[in-house]
């Protein structure tokens, strides 16, 4: 349906919005702006979630303290990537065929697009759809970049734009409640264990990933990682045309990387020549090359030439967060890697620093093992530093491997990092664990990790 006939439909009608965060509040606005009968439904009591919506929203109908049987009597359900879709009352909605959708997707139904990539992956997904974006941008397209992170892609809506082209970060939680959502360039950048408790399975995870690429077809293309064996598993029902990159495989057409010449080997055709292009300058470590290739071949099948991308990976600084450096404090570097949520980022962390590391980890479990680190903590890590809920499991994993001190707090582990490390070290932040135990989100701990080394400074 095209986009104004949705509005003409949705004008008038009462929309139901559950969970009250960026995303929530984004799609609310864009409701409203639509003419729709906003509904806001959160969770969490009146107090703490009213003084964070927006002014604009604040009059609306509302419900606080839980998503009550009154989001039955809406005509849309819109549910932000915080609320389980497996609720009572949204398993009700489905079975009276209430239309339930997430942001992501009343976002792309309303919005016209005429060219959009959507990202998702377990890890690396901000990393490249802003090493995307940033590419698009010098190529002139000036993309919309958002969805997952940053910008809510709802927050577009109503915006007077030249905007050609969109790139949009898709997690498994906002893929979860997509219908028509149809980008004509898609990538998997990998599929490891993560958010297990609310997904209960790999396999389910690794199916929430793959209906980026289900409204795919022949004339679209789907980069995966070949490398992975859950994006080899899941790129069977795959529709659209795929396109592999790898670090460790020879592919008839692709991109490769060569790590010895530090060089990535890119041609989107069997019958095209190779075209080498250099490791992104400011973005270390292999995990940021595998990045690079799906941010690469993603541009490369939107029809960008190799200027763009070469200006952008010679230039393109990184994300917030995500293996951050923070310099030197009397010779001991620091690195933010605040966004490492889960284990597989944390080793792929490990894997680009060297030895001498005292290795803050912890916080709330999300129940996958933390043996994939040992054999990167023994080889690496001189100590680390224990915070959060998960630091017992985590010790009795990984005890063995390095010593291991219970900090409690990030104030206390950066403190006693500082003290233990000497010149030629490095202190990082790379938890393996969610924040929500201790702050608010990822972005917070890292905030307070840079200024906790702050104030080290003399």
Not at 111 to 120: G, L, N, Q, R, W
Not at 275 to 285: A, N, S, V
Not at 400 to 423: C, D, Y
């Amino acid at each position: 349906m095209p986009p104004d006939a949705l509005r003409r439909l949705l004008r008038g009608k009462t929309a139901g919005v559950l969970g009250l965060g960026r995303s929530g509040t984004a799609a609310a606005a864009c409701l409203k702006k639509a003419g729709s009968l906003p509904f806001l439904s959160e969770s969490s009591p009146r107090r703490a979630a009213r003084p964070r919506l927006p002014r604009a929203l604040r009059g609306l109908p509302a419900e606080f303290g839980g998503h009550t049987r009154k989001l039955l009597r809406c005509d849309l359900l819109v549910v932000s990537p915080g609320v389980d879709w497996e609720l009572p009352i949204l398993r009700e909605a489905r079975a009276r065929k209430i239309p339930v959708w997430s942001e992501l997707e009343l976002g792309w139904r309303l919005i016209p697009m005429p060219e959009t990539a959507a990202v998702t992956g377990t890890n690396g997904k901000t990393t490249t759809v802003s090493l995307l974006g940033d590419i698009l941008r010098r190529a002139g397209r000036g993309p919309m970049v958002g969805g997952n992170t940053g910008r809510p892609l709802c927050d577009f809506f109503g915006r007077n734009s030249r905007n050609r082209s969109a790139v949009l970060e898709a997690s498994s939680y906002q893929l979860e409640g997509i219908r028509f959502f149809h980008p004509s360039v898609s990538a998997i950048l990998n599929v490891t264990p993560d958010h297990l408790h609310r997904h209960g399975s790999m396999r389910d995870y690794a199916a929430s990933k793959s209906r980026i690429f289900m409204n795919q077809g022949a004339k679209d293309v789907c980069v995966l990682n070949a490398d992975d064996p859950w994006c080899r598993r899941i790129s069977k029902t795959c529709g659209a045309r795929p396109v592999w990159f790898s670090s460790g495989r020879g592919l008839a057409a692709g991109a490769v990387i060569r790590r010895s010449k530090r060089k990535i080997a890119v041609r989107l055709d069997r019958a095209d020549p190779w075209t080498l292009y250099p490791f992104p300058e400011r973005l270390p470590g292999l995990h940021n090359a595998e990045n690079a290739c799906a941010a690469i071949l993603c541009a490369l099948a939107l029809g960008v030439g190799k200027g763009p991308i070469l200006e952008s990976l010679e230039r393109f600084r990184g994300v917030e967060h995500r293996m951050e450096s923070l310099g030197r404090v009397r010779g001991v570097s620091f690195v933010n890697d605040s966004k490492a949520t889960n284990v597989d980022s944390t080793v792929r962390a490990l894997e680009s620093v060297g030895k001498g590391v005292w290795l803050i980890l912890g916080g709330q479990d999300k129940g996958a093992p933390y043996a994939p680190l040992a054999a990167l903590v023994r080889g690496k890590v001189k100590g680390i530093l224990l915070i959060g809920e998960a630091a017992g499991r985590i010790r009795s994993e990984l005890g063995k491997a390095a010593p291991a001190v219970s900090a409690g707090t990030l104030q206390a582990a950066v403190k006693e990092a500082f003290r233990k490390a000497g010149p030629g070290d490095t202190v990082l932040l790379s938890p393996a664990c969610a924040s929500f135990d201790q702050f608010r989100d990822f972005e917070e701990r890292g905030r307070r990790f840079k200024d906790l080394v702050r104030r080290l400074r003399p």
